[in-house]
DNA sequence: TCCAGTAGATAAAAGGTTTTAGCATTTCGT
DNA sequence: ACGAAATGCTAAAACCTTTTATCTACTGGA
């Protein structure tokens, strides 16, 4: 900044100082139009020298641009939204393009209030994303002027939505357990009500299917609790008892494995068990650590911030629901090396 | 949306519908200069009918004020950015500013992208936040033509900054601890070369002095296997043991707790422990659940949102670092009532 | 009747940038 | 040497809103 007072530079600057007009800068600046390559040299040195960046209002104003996008989620505590906006920032960071972060709270008045503000600044495009799969959005999303990206959510087919392949990961996890050589597969997940939770019994109750096994579901709230009680009432059945256990979580998976310990069942020599989120503060401290599913959010995110940025540069994009694969990350409880 | 074309609405929409002039129509919606009541009625009744809103772009524009704020954050995973943020957000959204999430990871070269990207937009004010008091911001925020504010970080004499008070937070858990009876009581803590952890031990240590007893602090890194080790070490040596343990954080405590149930004693009857930073998923499902000190996230949040309110509004605003008292979450692990 | 004052409305400027159309000047081809 | 084409630059319009200064018409007072 060598401009005496603290106004900002302007291009108008840039002009004099090169003793050129406003458009022959801009010009020169952008790589527009005729302009000889001495004057541009001198142009872009100058500029440099008095620290001159475009108003990024002025140009929105005029480009319909406004290089920033809104993100709505419903999540105030973050397990699942933060790394996805990373994501979705760490795709957008280098364009330009930076992110408005609206936590709704689920509660439709901020919602509206959230997403009027982002109209008002003229948005590129809105990414909402949420805690699970089957929430709508707490305001109307369907017909706004700029488009609509849905991560971690599903939303209608003429949109585009990216959400984690819960089947497959819940495939990666039973068949890293058979390949084990583990026979009596448990389930033990969330509430039934949760799409992603019937669809990983789904996959689970196929996998098992092929060996004429039909396998077991317990159903129940999320939460380290729930795992302690379905594994007191797994043991209070006859034998035999499950040679391992597939989570719905890793919270669940925490309360189940703490359970078997303290009933003097071994993980994983008695008992295998398999996770699924990869949430690190829960599934690293697990004794032993646990084996678990990663959803990949934050790719997950970067794949959304990548569609948006195509679609507000009008590149045609596939609509409809995108599964991104999942991975298993393996660490100490069911025994594998 | 009357408009037929996907145009949004302008104030000239309004002004042509209306049958005045665009000055008469701003006027009118504004309340400003010498308007009739019946035309400003009748403008405020068009542009409610097509739904006009005026563009931030073009407002932002003239009145240099974007209604805008970034927040640059050095935490992708967001135990603490997220709730600062949602209370940083639920301050401003009232008044119609939208809040730029940064996430820099910590690397300077993201940070610098992501802060030119902010400068170029005109966002009204920056807000920094850190993982822990005592770090840097990882690009230079020393010189900017708008106001900094500092959340959970401490910046320079010159700016504003809101940190938790944690030498209150720290007596606030031994008091509660010396009511409730116990006398021979421990701190088992993170690294020492956290400003944080250090202001703890001292106010632990500042507690216990009055009664003349010096208090045995244990360092060490963050963490569940920590509080296993250190659980380790104490039980390792002569009697007396120690009849409560104050930790420094709530995944220490959890190892703590489960440690002292490994070793046969039983929290709170024989040992009592409390934690620090009340994270809903280690405290509520620790078993017993956790009495813990909240450090109150959301509110400092809504507290540096609000000073960086009054900042760009001109207002002044006390100067220097304001400590912001914590609170005790009683649970079980103590055995109060 | 004329003047002053006021109410109500508006044209124009400002904010910073990009783009279009157009103006000189030089170069080229014949 | 002359018309055509290319080169280098610029004025002005456009984006949308707010504000200042100005203009018109009317009211009331003398």
Known sequence: MTLGHGRRATIRDVALAAG????????????????????????????????????????????????????????????LTLPMTAGVSEALVDHGVSVFLCATNNDPRLARLHLEALLDKQVDGIIFTATRLDLAPPVDLSSLPMPVVYAFAEGPDTSVSFVPDDSQGARLAVEHLLSLGHRRIMHITGPEDFVAVRRRAAAYR?????????????????????GHEAVRRMLARPEPRPDAIFCGSDETARGVIDALRDHGLSVPADIAVVGFDNWHVVAAQTR?????????????????????????????????????????????SCGAV
Not at 206 to 226: H, I, N, S
Not at 290 to 309: F, H, N, Q, Y
Not at 310 to 332: E, H, M, N
Request: glycine content about 14%.
């Open 206 to 226: 196929a996998c098992l299917d092929g060996r004429g096994d039909k396998g077991e579901v317990m159903f129940g709230p999320w939460g380290e609790d729930w």
């Open 288 to 332: 032993p650590a646990l084996t678990t599913v990663d959803m990949g959010l934050k790719e997950l995110g970067r794949r959304a911030g990548l569609a948006m940025l195509d679609l507000t540069q009008g590149k045609p994009v596939p609509l409809g629901i995108k599964a991104l694969g999942c991975s298993l990350v393996v660490r100490k």
């Open 20 to 79: 050129v007009s406003i458009s022959t800068a801009s010009n020169a600046l952008n790589g527009q139009g005729r302009t000889n390559a001495e004057t541009r040299d001198r142009v872009k040195r100058v500029a440099e020298e008095i620290g001159f960046r475009p108003n990024a209002l002025a140009r929105g104003l005029l480009s319909r641009r406004s290089h920033s996008i809104g993100i709505i989620t419903n999540d105030t505590y973050g397990r």
